[in-house]
């Protein structure tokens, strides 16, 4: 059971828009920063969003990150097959003293 | 490029020490950031582990904390991880990556991954 709660699956086709929710509380995502990984199949998770909606150097405009309140969220448009993949938000917990990351979402693109 | 490798038994036996070093090359451990231990069981999710700073600074998981040690060794720019006592519940594939700062800052390097099984 996850600290921070996402869907397990989200499902779009290509060239659409898609939005993957990560839901906490006031002790994590309400007064933290989030960050979002991508793990693609067989790969360590790459860091796409940090500080709740900056992108590292290299990653594509495509996505997107948002904060309110005790929710998180990233956006994907312009959907590829290659962004089929697992996505994790994460984020420091204050309560439990340590990182959380949440349960992970399987992006489909059909 | 910052790269960072993992090293280590890919099997160890229940209720044994758990050893893994993480090599970092292309930067300096000893120059800043904290660099952690994140691990993901066959099928599921990510597990923090714990982090340390290039000073020896750590912190770790509540939940791991009785079996956790993570060490570094500035003169050879890599970090360890110890983990006792483990079981079944331990085999998971084990990364380690740098962390921009403390507590919640982004992990923006990984390794690629070794896989831990717990089995006799």
């Known amino acids: 059971q996850s600290v921070l709660t996402q869907p397990p699956s989200v499902s779009a086709a290509p060239g659409q828009k898609v939005t993957i929710s990560c839901s906490g509380s006031?002790?994590?995502?309400?007064?933290?920063?989030v960050s979002w990984y991508q793990q693609l199949p067989g790969t360590a998770p790459k860091l796409l969003i940090y500080e709740n909606n900056k992108r590292p150097s290299g990653i594509p405009d495509r996505f997107s990150g948002s904060k309110s309140g005790t929710s998180a969220t990233l956006g994907i448009t312009g959907l590829q097959t290659g962004d089929e993949a697992d996505y994790y938000c994460g984020t420091w917990d204050s309560s439990l003293s340590g990182v959380v990351f949440g349960g992970g979402t399987k992006l489909t693109v059909l | 490029q910052v790269q960072l490798q993992e090293s280590g038994p890919g099997l160890v036996k229940p209720s044994e020490t758990l050893s893994l070093t993480c090599t970092v090359s292309?930067?300096?451990?000893?120059?800043?950031?904290?660099w952690g231990w994140i691990r993901q069981p066959p099928g599921k999710g990510l597990e923090w582990i714990g982090s340390i700073y290039h000073s020896g600074s750590t912190y770790y998981n509540p939940s791991l904390k009785s079996r956790v040690t993570i060490s570094v060794d500035t003169s050879k720019n890599q970090f360890s991880l110890k983990l006792s006592s483990v079981t079944a519940a331990d085999t998971a594939v084990y990364y380690c990556?740098?962390?921009?700062?403390?507590?919640?800052?982004?992990?923006?390097?990984w390794g690629q991954g070794t896989l831990v099984t717990v089995s006799s």
């Open positions: 006031s002790s994590n995502i309400g007064n933290n920063y």
């Open positions: 292309g930067y300096s451990i000893s120059s800043g950031y904290y």
């Open positions: 990556a740098r962390q921009e700062g403390g507590s919640g800052s982004p992990f923006d390097y």
